[in-house]
């Protein structure tokens, strides 16, 4: 089972990556924590992706998906994968879908967790104050949401396109939204 999890910062991907990745046991792939390893370690990679990070903006295409297929050959991924930030274009959602074609593979279901805006830089801020992420500040939220709203979004009709995106109303206990992508889920393996 390939999935990826979609939706603006704050959504909940992370948080329901980790659930989904224990139910599944298979491993979820975050962009976001594979690029703040790489600033920490201060790789050539992490280098350059810093300062994107930090004004809010993406790093360019070829870049991350250079790193996805990479980590994608990995045996770990061989019996599935969550993707939790990528991809967040219409030219990463592309390089996906040839890299898993080239091994006669495919995404599944896409679950797109979605929550207003106002409930999102809510949450970032708290997440900033709790955990000291440098771009859970109110200038960049407010940047990554423009990014989000322009470049990611188009991302929900590509794949509904591709009859394979499912909404997930985003707000609420994280129970409750963990068991409508359990049902999502169910009905994207049966169709
Ligand atoms: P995240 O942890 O998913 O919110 O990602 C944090 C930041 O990492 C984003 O704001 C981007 O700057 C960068 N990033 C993560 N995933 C991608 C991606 N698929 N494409 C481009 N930039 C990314």
């Known amino acids: 089972m ?3 999890l979609m939706g603006p910062p704050g959504a909940g ?9 224990k139910r599944l046991d298979i491993n979820t792939i975050s962009t976001g924590v594979m690029l703040r390893t790489a600033i ?16 809010g903006k993406l ?7 250079s790193i996805v297929k990479e980590r994608l050959q990995k045996p770990d991924c061989a019996k599935g994968f969550i993707l939790d930030g990528f991809p ?8 996906l879908k040839k890299m898993l074609a080239d091994r006669n593979s495919k995404v599944h279901a896409v679950v ?7 409930e999102l830089v809510d949450r970032l801020l708290k997440r900033g104050k709790e955990s000291g992420r440098s771009d859970d500040n109110l200038e960049t939220i407010n940047k ?4 989000y709203h322009n470049q990611t979004s188009p ?15 985003g707000s609420g206990s994280i129970d409750d939204i963990f068991e409508s992508i359990k049902c999502s889920i169910a009905k994207a393996t049966k169709e």
């Open 13 to 21: 991907k992370g948080t329901q990556g980790e659930i989904l990745s």
């Open 144 to 147: 990554r949401l423009e990014v």
């Open 112 to 118: 797109g967790l979605e929550v207003d805006d106002n």
């Open 155 to 169: 991302l929900r009709d590509y794949y509904k396109q591709e009859g394979k995106y499912h909404a997930i109303h």
């Open 59 to 65: 790093v360019p295409d070829d870049v991350i998906v």
């Open 88 to 95: 967040r274009t219409i030219p990463q959602a592309k390089a």
């Open 2 to 4: 390939n999935l990826v």
């Open 40 to 55: 920490k370690e201060q790789s050539e990679i992490g280098k350059m992706a810093e300062k994107y990070i930090n004004d």
